[in-house]
């Protein structure tokens, strides 16, 4: 977030509450309360996720016990899922609004190794042995991985599972991108910074072109990877990358006009009525799309249903994370008590919550309860449980705390 000449690192590891209270107060609060809503509000989507035969893109889906009935899944389609468009691109939006004063603090070098650490570490420890041994341990009891913990590596689709890391390996990819342009820029503009010359404003138009092309690029995109699929052998979700770099590279600019403070008052009320539009026309496109089972056609094709889908949701993405950005600026800045505990906690949150739902999901398992019912218990254990072993793991181990 906002440079801190204190180490919450060193503050957790000795126990000083108050090192961590000082590290918080040098930060945006309204970003650390909305990181913490948004880690919390992926966590309790995965639950539901595992619970879900319409679409099944989370881990315990393709082996789950019981099934939430047609009606709840139409409900949630209709009623939630607009929103879940909002949360990794919002995520995206802030990281662009963080990547150029971070480079600017902390120069090209010291930026590459500390994305190297914090984003390229967990990425290759959770990709390359954590997911494959939890899946492995969740699987091969239940005779979905018969061979050994090395045949079963890459799975039957003998691809890498990222599972929900590949937020972390994307983010990676396009910080050491502007890295790498920043330093092409240094050198074609004669070392001048582009603070230094000045970029041009983002208004709402600005904003509506970057949605009408993020539309057609994400619509061909998913004639190869529809939504939800297996994105080739590295798994990065290619079908939500035309938004993601869109968004990012918005949150890069607008850091340059003061956005990562407040968003103009006349951008956010367009985003507010384009966004608010795009919900109503995504729940009625899921609606139909559910009611008449045509929700493959609506994840990628030749289709006027995928054609429609794209449209809506580049709006949701593009209008909606930056609304919900101005949304937090003013409802999201009072400090609570256990604030600066969860913020400092919300990032290893992330990494630990596949284990915790799978552990939650299993445990469940035995019992007759319908999905109704185990989902929302997964949901709330999985976001207390992540949280509570996450800051354990930042408090008592100093190697997880430097790095988460």
């Given at each position: 977030m906002v440079a801190s000449g204190t180490d919450p690192a060193r503050s957790v590891r000795d126990g000083d509450r108050s090192g961590l209270e000082r590290w918080s107060s040098t930060r945006l609060t309204y970003l650390d309360n909305?990181?913490?809503?948004?880690?919390?509000?992926?966590?309790?989507?995965?639950?539901?996720?595992?619970?879900?035969?319409?679409?099944?893109?989370?881990?315990?889906?393709?082996?789950?016990?019981?099934?939430?009935?047609?009606?709840?899944?139409?409900?949630?389609?209709?009623?939630?899922?607009?929103?879940?468009?909002?949360l990794i691109a919002l995520l995206f939006l802030v990281a662009g609004?963080?990547?150029?004063?971070?480079?600017?603090?902390?120069?090209?070098?010291?930026?590459?190794?500390?994305?190297?650490?914090?984003?390229?570490?967990?990425?290759?420890?959770?990709v390359f042995l954590v997911q494959p041994t939890l899946v492995y341990a969740l699987e091969h009891p239940l005779g979905d991985a018969p061979g050994s913990y090395w045949d079963e590596y890459l799975g039957a689709e003998r691809q890498?599972?990222?599972?929900?890391?590949?937020?972390?390996?994307?983010?990676l990819v396009y910080s050491l991108g502007y890295a790498g342009w920043r330093r092409w820029k240094k050198r074609t503009d004669g070392g001048a910074s582009?603070?230094?010359?000045?970029?041009?404003?983002?208004?709402?138009?600005?904003?509506?072109?970057?949605?009408?092309?993020?539309?057609?690029?994400?619509?061909?995109v998913r004639l190869v990877y529809p939504y939800g699929s297996e994105s080739g052998f590295s798994d990065l979700n290619l079908w939500e990358w035309p938004a993601c770099v869109a968004v990012f590279g918005i949150g890069v600019v607008a850091s340059q006009q003061g956005w990562l403070r407040a968003i103009p008052d006349d951008v956010a009320r367009g985003c507010r009525t384009l966004t608010l539009s795009a919900v109503v026309a995504m729940a009625t496109?899921?609606?139909?799309a559910g009611?008449?089972?045509?929700?493959?056609?609506?994840?990628?094709?030749?289709?006027?249903l995928g054609a429609v889908f794209v449209v809506v949701e580049a709006m949701l993405t593009v209008f909606g994370s930056v609304w919900l950005l101005n949304v937090a600026q003013h409802r999201l800045r009072r400090r609570y008590r256990w604030g600066p505990m969860l913020s400092r906690s919300a990032y290893a949150a992330f990494m630990v919550q596949t284990a915790v739902l799978l552990a939650l999901a299993v445990a469940l398992?035995?019992?007759?309860?319908?999905?109704?019912?185990?989902?929302?218990?997964?949901?709330?254990?999985?976001?207390?449980?992540?949280?509570?072993?996450?800051w354990i793991l930042i408090k008592k181990l100093p190697g997880v705390s430097r790095v988460l």
């Open positions: 909305l990181k913490v809503i948004l880690i919390a509000a992926i966590i309790g989507l995965h639950a539901v996720l595992g619970y879900a035969g319409t679409v099944e893109v989370w881990t315990y889906s393709g082996l789950r016990e019981v099934t939430l009935t047609p009606v709840v899944e139409v409900a949630l389609l209709v009623l939630v899922s607009p929103f879940g468009f909002f609004l963080l990547t150029p004063p971070s480079y600017e603090r902390k120069g090209a070098r010291r930026f590459v190794d500390d994305r190297l650490l914090r984003l390229g570490v967990p990425f290759v420890a959770y890498i599972d990222t599972g929900p890391l590949w937020f972390v390996g994307v983010l582009p603070t230094d010359r000045g970029t041009r404003t983002i208004t709402l138009r600005t904003m509506v072109a970057t949605a009408a092309v993020v539309a057609p690029a994400s619509f061909a496109l899921l609606l139909v009611v008449s089972d045509a929700v493959d056609d609506v994840l990628g094709g030749w289709h006027w398992r035995p019992l007759a309860l319908p999905a109704e019912v185990k989902a929302p218990i997964v949901a709330l254990g999985g976001i207390i449980g992540s949280f509570a072993i996450a």
